[in-house]
Structures are given as structure tokens and as C-alpha cells.
């Protein structure tokens, strides 16, 4: 008898964030979640002071075998002149009438809320945050702030009516196989760049406050005509800067200024994920933060997490310029191997230039929608 449970409690809250843990617990490329970081997300976070997300969990009597969040998101609603709804945090046991309940109280509910759209997914919450469901590339564990799921996955998505809005695709690289032009061309790039008084520079740590918020006007300007996306609003841009301050290596962290405006800015970190898969549970006590705080030195890789140019300063070069800089730091610090993405299937300019330094489009997420 499967039931459906709306939560409400610290305890049912905190059965919702650690089911993954238990459904994968025999997966090798699982990473688990920090517990606390989970939780702020789903309590905290200032998405929730303008948009509304209930988590519901599915009960086979006693015994947790599926989770999912219903995510009103009014930001996107207003910024895309839709009436859709969202659903998120979706983990399920290979099940379909399990996984067709879940999404039917996600319709539901949003239907009471006066959604009459579409439901798309999955985001946690938005495409501002991890989204996807994987549905190529389940031979290795996901890159930081990347999503993960079993194959099995989409059959119980497809099963209940959805059928794909867009794809994702995160590029890969192993070890030095890439094209380094844009390294051997970067000094004459940046040459070419200061004619126009643009300069190439790193991210000043101790103005941090002040560069984030040039660097969110980049962001909202930047990504804008990308499939779902929602402008962050300053409080939101602030948490998402705040938590990436605390794991991001500075060397990674360029942008394109020009008379003081930046007007680009390129993003990779470090692959806190080889280092959250050791963590059990997710758990910092008692063992977990000598992990996080001792444990950099065996990461292995980088994310190239966001490259975003000005509409009127693309084609200038500083796209190369950025990409050319996170090559080189990444080439003398000796890393393994790198992802970039996720990017959308169907921005060319973007894909091309990736397999033009040689990225190898080794997974693919996939955002759904079905009418409500």
C-alpha cells in the first residue's frame, strides 16, 4: 500500500534529504549531498521568501521509496509570461505506479496553487541550480553541483506523459587532451583586448562583496536567453557567491573588465565531489569535516562552471581569453581531468567552440515537460 506524506517536520525533512543515501548506498558513482547544505537549500534559501516548494515523500508502509518536491517558481512565471509549475529533488525506487503518484500530487498540488501550464523537471529549483535528469553518460560520478540518477530514471519519468523539452550536455576532458591554442594565442589576445581597454584579471577576494555584485548584473545579462532561465535577484546571487567563495580557487576565477565594468567572467572549481563521495551520509560530524578541510589535495579535477560574455563584447576574443586562462592554471596545477558544462544541445556557437579545444560530450541531462 503506498502512501503519500507531505512533509512538514525537522524529522520528515531530514528522512526527505537522506532517502538517496540509502536508495544508492550500492552505487559506486554516487556522491552524497551534504546534509546541512540540503538543508539550508530547502529552508533557507531566499527562493523561498518569493516562490513556494513542498517536499512529499512516498511510504510502502513503514519504508521510504520515493521522494519529490513540487516547486511553484513566480520568478519564472513572471520573467517568461507562463503559468507553469516544476518538480524537483525526485528520487524513486524502479517503480512506476510509485513514481505516477508522486508526480500526481506534484500536479495536483500546483493545480490548487492555480498553475494551468506546464510541468517541467527536473530543477532544484530552477536552472540556476543542479537540474537534469541523466539519461546518457552513467559510467562515473557526477561533477560538483551536477545531478546523478540511476538509468532506470526516465522510464519513470516518460512513463507518466512527460516527453523532452531540451537537452544538456556536459563536456569532458582527461588529462592534457585538449587543444591549447587558446593558450598559446592568449598573450596576443589580451594585447588585442587592451587596444580596447578591456583587461583580463583575476577576482579580487578581499573586494569580494563589491565583485560579486558586478559580476551578478554579467549573470542576469549573460545567461538570459537560455531555456529556463530567472534573472537571480540580489539576495539570491549573494547566497549562491557566498557558498562558492568558500570552495572556489582564485586562480579559476577571471573576468573581463573594461573602464571598471566587468563585462565577462569565466568559473571553474575545484571537484569538491571527490571529496563528498568519502563523506557518509553527507554527515560533517564526526569525521566529515577533517575530510572537507584536509581532503583538497585529493581532488582530481575542475568544473568549468560558468563562462558568460556581455551580448555587445561577444566575438571580441574574451571568450578565449577566459577559456586560454583556465586552461593554463589547469595545465600547471596538474589535474586529472575537467568538465565544462553543462551547455545547451542546441547553442552552436558555444558547442563548437568546446569541441574545438577537444571536449569529449560525454553525459547528457534532459529537462522535461507535460501539460497539467
Known amino acids: 500500500m503506498i502512501t503519500i506524506v507531505t512533509v512538514k517536520s525537522k524529522k520528515e525533512l531530514a528522512s526527505f534529504i537522506d532517502f538517496p543515501h540509502d536508495l544508492y548506498k550500492d552505487d559506486p ?14 529552508t533557507k534559501h531566499p527562493f523561498h521568501k518569493h516562490n513556494t516548494v513542498q517536499p512529499f515523500l512516498a511510504y510502502d508502509g ?7 518536491a513540487a516547486i511553484l517558481n513566480n520568478g519564472h512565471n513572471e520573467y ?13 525506487i524502479n517503480d512506476t505506479n510509485v513514481s505516477n503518484m508522486l508526480f500526481e500530487t506534484v500536479t495536483k498540488w500546483l493545480k490548487e496553487k492555480g498553475v ?5 523537471g527536473p530543477t532544484n529549483f530552477s536552472t540556476n541550480e543542479p537540474c537534469g535528469l541523466l539519461v546518457e553518460g552513467f559510467d562515473s560520478s557526477p561533477f560538483l553541483m551536477n545531478t546523478y540518477n540511476f538509468a532506470y530514471y526516465a522510464n519513470l519519468v516518460e512513463n507518466f506523459g512527460f516527453t523532452k523539452d531540451v537537452d544538456l550536455i556536459a563536456w569532458h576532458w582527461d588529462g592534457q587532451a585538449y587543444d591549447d591554442k587558446s ?5 596576443s589576445l589580451e594585447e588585442r583586448l587592451k587596444r580596447s581597454d578591456i583587461i583580463i584579471r583575476k577576482i ?11 559580476l551578478r548584473e554579467v549573470y542576469n545579462s549573460a545567461w538570459d536567453k537560455n531555456t529556463g532561465f530567472v534573472p537571480l535577484t540580489d539576495e539570491e546571487f549573494d547566497y549562491l557567491a557566498k557558498d562558492l567563495k568558500l570552495i572556489l580557487d582564485p586562480d579559476f576565477a577571471i573576468v573581463a573588465e573594461q573602464h571598471g565594468k566587468i563585462v565577462a567572467f569565466g568559473l571553474a572549481l575545484p571537484n569538491y565531489n571527490d571529496i563528498f563521495k568519502t563523506i557518509k551520509r553527507g554527515r560533517l560530524l564526526p569525521t566529515g569535516i577533517f575530510k572537507l578541510l584536509f581532503g583538497k589535495k585529493n581532488i582530481t579535477g ?11 563584447y561577444r566575438k571580441m576574443g574574451i571568450e578565449a581569453c577566459l577559456y586560454g586562462t583556465i586552461i593554463r592554471e589547469y595545465k600547471a596545477k596538474g589535474y586529472a581531468h575537467a568538465e565544462a558544462g553543462w551547455t545547451l544541445e542546441h547553442n552552436d556557437m558555444v558547442n563548437r567552440a568546446i569541441e574545438a579545444i577537444k571536449g569529449d560530450p560525454y553525459k547528457k541531462y534532459r529537462l522535461y515537460q507535460k501539460a497539467i
Open 80 to 92: 517568461s509570461h507562463v503559468n507553469d509549475g516544476f518538480f524537483g529533488f525526485f528520487d524513486c
Open 29 to 42: 558513482y554516487y556522491v552524497p549531498e551534504l546534509f546541512i547544505a540540503q538543508r539550508d537549500l530547502l
Open 62 to 68: 513503514n519504508k521510504i521509496v520515493g521522494r519529490i
Open 204 to 214: 579580487n577576494l578581499k573586494n569580494f562583496k563589491e565583485e560579486a555584485a558586478k
Open 116 to 120: 494551468t501550464g506546464k510541468l517541467l
Open 183 to 187: 593558450v598559446r594565442l592568449l598573450n
Open 302 to 312: 575542475i568544473r568549468i562552471y560558468a563562462l558568460g560574455v556581455i551580448e555587445d
